[in-house]
């Protein structure tokens, strides 16, 4: 990084990213932090943190790719506002290493990635036996300031806990300036408090606190996130979740997933701090999942959700 970037850092950020936002709240951009991973997640608020067996859980929470039954690739894009200075692209890919039965028969249905697990005890799930690996490379911004992110994760499940780590390379860039890379890790777990109705989900990004420039002591955020996901029958899942930064207000956030025949899904979602409302919907073809949410915030207007992912081979 070229002298003298370190002071500019929190004052150049707050031009180019924070004075598209709206003055006097606490509505943030990406800003270092974790972000929002698919766009089923983005139509329910992000209170994704319980969701597993989806590739996007690379993201949200790393525990939930322990779930993952097939190697599964996925590519999700945003636009927040109207912005290309705001706009998001993320490409992951994962990988089930070997498959076992697990002793209970909660759990996704094989093969149908990020859609409603199947109420029959017929159906018994598999995980894979020596856990998932997977990688993601994300990017944020523009051409003045940009951030990019290459992160590799991996996850295991024994019993009815999942649990899983990753470690990222944060790279924060700004034109005429240079750029800076650092390193931090994120730790995630879930476990079924009920199997196949009742789970929980935690994680704890940047649990290192690392720092990005010595100016005002400018550290990553620090973000713990936790939640529950209740399924009261095949087609309806109620999500709860509160995200805490450590020095910010805690974001309270519910969604509502729908799905009136498996192939198809309705989404909706609200969060408290960023005064936030989103909808979306999801359409199983095949093997693709494609998924589209829209979010809107008073002030500031609409938001765009992409994701397509999926999933091919049988089982390991």
């Known amino acids: 990084?070229?002298?003298?970037?370190?002071?500019?850092?929190?004052?150049?950020?707050?031009?180019?990213?924070?004075?598209?936002?709206?003055?006097?709240?606490?509505?943030?951009?990406?800003?270092?932090?974790?972000?929002?991973?698919?766009?089923?997640?983005?139509?329910?608020?992000?209170?994704?943190?319980?969701?597993?067996?989806?590739?996007?859980?690379?993201?949200?929470?790393?525990?939930?790719?322990?779930?993952?039954?097939?190697?599964?690739?996925?590519?999700?894009?945003?636009?927040?506002?109207?912005?290309?200075?705001?706009?998001?692209?993320?490409?992951?890919?994962?990988?089930?290493?070997?498959?076992?039965?697990?002793?209970?028969?909660?759990?996704?249905?094989?093969?149908?990635?990020?859609?409603?697990?199947?109420?029959?005890?017929?159906?018994?799930?598999?995980?894979?036996?020596?856990?998932?690996?997977?990688?993601?490379?994300?990017?944020?911004?523009?051409?003045?300031?940009?951030?990019?992110?290459?992160?590799?994760?991996?996850?295991?499940?024994f019993g009815q806990i999942s649990l899983g780590a990753r470690a990222d390379m944060l790279q924060v860039s700004i034109e005429g300036l240079g750029s800076r890379r650092v390193v931090l890790g994120t730790l995630g777990g879930q476990i079924e408090i009920v199997p196949r109705r009742l789970s929980f989900g935690a994680s704890l990004y940047n649990l290192g606190q690392t720092k990005l420039a010595s100016y005002q002591d400018e550290r990553v955020p620090t973000i713990l996130k936790a939640g529950l996901a209740y399924r009261p029958g095949s087609q309806v899942l109620l999500l709860v979740e509160t995200e805490k930064d450590v020095e910010r207000a805690a974001n309270f956030k519910v969604g509502l997933e729908y799905r009136p025949v498996p192939v198809l899904a309705a989404r909706l979602g609200l969060a408290s701090l960023t005064e936030q409302a989103s909808a979306g919907i999801g359409v199983l073809a095949g093997a693709f999942q494609i998924d589209y949410a829209a979010a809107f915030q008073q002030a500031l207007g609409f938001s765009q959700h992409l994701s397509v992912s999926k999933s091919w081979g049988g089982k390991q």
């Open 1 to 157: 990084m070229k002298h003298g970037l370190p002071k500019y850092i929190s004052t150049i950020y707050l031009l180019v990213v924070v004075s598209a936002l709206w003055p006097g709240r606490t509505v943030r951009a990406q800003g270092n932090g974790p972000g929002v991973r698919g766009a089923r997640a983005a139509a329910l608020s992000n209170a994704s943190v319980a969701i597993a067996g989806e590739v996007w859980s690379m993201g949200n929470n790393v525990a939930g790719i322990s779930e993952i039954q097939r190697p599964s690739v996925g590519f999700y894009a945003e636009n927040r506002y109207f912005s290309s200075a705001l706009n998001v692209g993320a490409l992951t890919v994962a990988l089930p290493l070997g498959r076992t039965t697990a002793p209970d028969a909660g759990g996704v249905m094989p093969g149908a990635e990020g859609a409603a697990p199947s109420l029959s005890p017929a159906v018994a799930p598999t995980w894979a036996r020596n856990g998932v690996v997977a990688l993601e490379v994300q990017r944020f911004g523009g051409v003045l300031y940009n951030e990019t992110r290459v992160g590799a994760g991996y996850a295991y499940r």
